[in-house]
């Protein structure tokens, strides 16, 4: 009998559903996301060990390695659960000197997804978001022309479903035009709020919303808060960020990075972190 997922799941379409706590294949790579890991043998445990603990999301890309991640998820846990998920991204490449460079080029974006598909043993990716050149700070910017190829790559059954990385709202109300939109995926966390209106509107329309960086940029008196409301409810800090996001909205899924098998246990476990109202109210001036 399987692992029931861990926080449950969120039905996006009849044929996806993803667990809310996923678990992100970033850091799997080399330093830097790129190259071969420090450690295979406990990358592989890692993608082994998400399985058994119930995660049906994976997030990766090719650019990761570039190559080198995708190509371990297939070593680890091919042939594939019939209910796993991989959400992937593409829209950047990595040349030798491991920089990141925005290729939304139309033959760059269709190599692209032939690339997820050849690494990770695919007939059809599951979601392939389409990162923007924003991280931080989404823009206006057009996403037209490169989300209609992704469109096309749909039509012709090599993408199951499509989504964004790194947009504004008005950006996803013109990819909403082109084709459906399944996922956003964005910068977002406790310390960084500017993204509370685009959560909500996602969860009014049925997207996950799937922050990046989920345990990054608290300055230390916003990590001294964190860490108080972590030891009064005998959790790690890790745990009560992640938490956090979960009970923020439903329409939040998690995808924690991690190279360590005990620590994606330790992130997995947030999803039995109860935030009182006290904590959340104490939490929520971390964002000021």
Sequence with gaps: MSTPPPGGTLALAPDLSLS???????????????????????????LRAAIEVGVTHIDTSDYYGPGTVNELIREALHPYPDDLRIVTKVGARRPADGSWVPALAR???????????????????????LRTTAFDTPTDD???????????????GLIRHLGLSGVGSAQLT??????????????????????DELVDRCAREGIAFAPFFPLGGFTPVQS?????????LEASAQQVALAWLLQRSPAIVLIPGTSSVAHLRENVAAV?????????????????
Excluded: C, K
Excluded at 107 to 129: P, T, W
């Design 174 to 195: 013109e990819a909403q035009s082109i084709a459906p939109v399944v996922t956003v995926q964005n910068l977002y966390n406790l310390a960084n709020r500017q993204g």
């Design 272 to 288: 039995s972190v109860v935030l009182p109202p006290d904590a959340l109210e104490e939490l929520n001036t971390i964002a000021g």
């Design 224 to 232: 001294d808060v964190l860490d108080r409301v972590a030891a009064r």
């Design 107 to 129: 033959e760059e974006l269709i190599s692209a997804v032939h690339e997820n598909l050849e690494h990770l043993g695919l007939d059809a990716l599951d979601v392939v978001n």
């Design 142 to 156: 057009s996403l037209a022309e490169p989300f209609s190829v992704l469109a096309e790559l749909r039509e012709a």
């Design 20 to 46: 809310r706590m996923g678990y992100g294949a970033m850091q799997l790579a080399g330093p830097g996301v790129f190259g071969p890991p420090n450690d295979r043998d406990e990358a592989i445990a890692v």
